[in-house]
């Protein structure tokens, strides 16, 4: 097949290139947005990490621009791979296979812009979904979809490895189910649930709750970037590498326990977490 990928990031080009590779099929052009904002954190973006043979478009027009480019193409198959921007109508016509975006969610729960939602609000399942692109967000038809059970004490790194495999294995089915003529399965709408951004209180993580609920938060506000945020005595500080203690306390929630350095132990309602703070404006980059 000759393939568009919409992607944001070289993990998610990278992704569809080794797929496109292994499957035989030729990727014509990479479309990338000019800016992605806050949405996947602030990771490097891909225009200068891809194959120097790569054709590249990189523009947020999508109607004016990328529509007439890819009709020019004449591509069998659209793939998005995180792509922040709402792809219309004008391109996913184009490709005679129709146009497919993968989502790192169980669909229909999860539906929108921040599928980590799902972890901060408690849902005991991994998923994600590869589905046709229809006009609403992550509600078209779906092709494919992996999901995993959520075990308390998982990490951002475990999260992200689950996703990536997930998201490969969707990818590949649904790419098979769409060559193969498959419309795919309508979703559920009574069962759609929209995971929208955090609020600035969201990010405040509460010593009152649980270690387990403290830790699954602070797993999703962190899975791109550090985000979560917890007030200590001495200041207020972003948290990161949050895990739960196995040690038992009798404090009350939100004494520190033990302090070295940047790591902390704080106590919870029910027991202990661990965590490493940082300054506010420190990034990930900065490890």
Do not use: C
């Not at 891809?50 to 009709?71: D, F, G, M, N, Y």
């Not at 995971?195 to 270690?211: I, K």
């Amino acid at each position: 097949m000759r393939v568009v990928t919409f992607n944001a990031f070289a993990s998610a080009y990278g992704l569809v290139h080794d797929w496109a590779r292994s499957a035989g099929h030729e990727l014509v052009l990479l479309v990338t947005p000019e800016s992605v904002g806050d949405r996947y954190g602030s990771g490097p973006t891909l225009r200068d990490q891809v194959p120097a043979t790569q054709e590249i478009l990189a523009t947020s027009k999508l109607r004016t621009v990328a529509a007439p480019a890819i009709e020019e193409l004449a591509p069998d198959l659209v793939v998005s791979v995180t792509f922040p921007l709402r792809i219309p109508v004008e391109v996913t016509r184009v490709p005679k296979l129709g146009a497919l975006n993968v989502h790192p969610s169980p669909l229909p729960l999860g539906r929108g812009p921040n599928p980590q939602r799902t972890i901060y609000e408690g849902e005991r399942l991994l998923g994600a979904t590869a589905h046709r692109i229809a006009p609403e967000f992550d509600a078209g038809e779906i092709l494919a979809q992996r999901t995993r059970p959520w075990r308390d004490g998982v990490t951002t790194e475990d999260v992200l490895r689950a996703w990536y495999e997930m998201v490969s294995e969707v990818l590949a089915e649904g790419a098979a189910r769409a060559l193969a003529g498959e419309q795919g399965t309508p979703q559920d709408e009574a069962g759609a649930t929209y995971a929208g951004r955090f609020t600035d209180e969201e990010r405040w993580l509460s010593f009152a709750e649980p270690a387990n609920v403290v830790q699954r938060k602070a797993v999703a506000l962190n899975l791109l970037d550090p985000t979560a945020r917890v007030r200590l005595p001495d200041g207020d500080f972003l948290a990161d590498d949050v895990r739960v203690s196995g040690v038992a306390t009798d404090a009350s929630p939100g004494t520190v326990l033990e302090r070295s350095g940047s790591r902390v132990a704080v106590a919870t309602s029910d027991g202990v977490v661990e965590l490493t703070v940082h300054p506010a404006g420190w990034t990930s980059a900065e490890r």
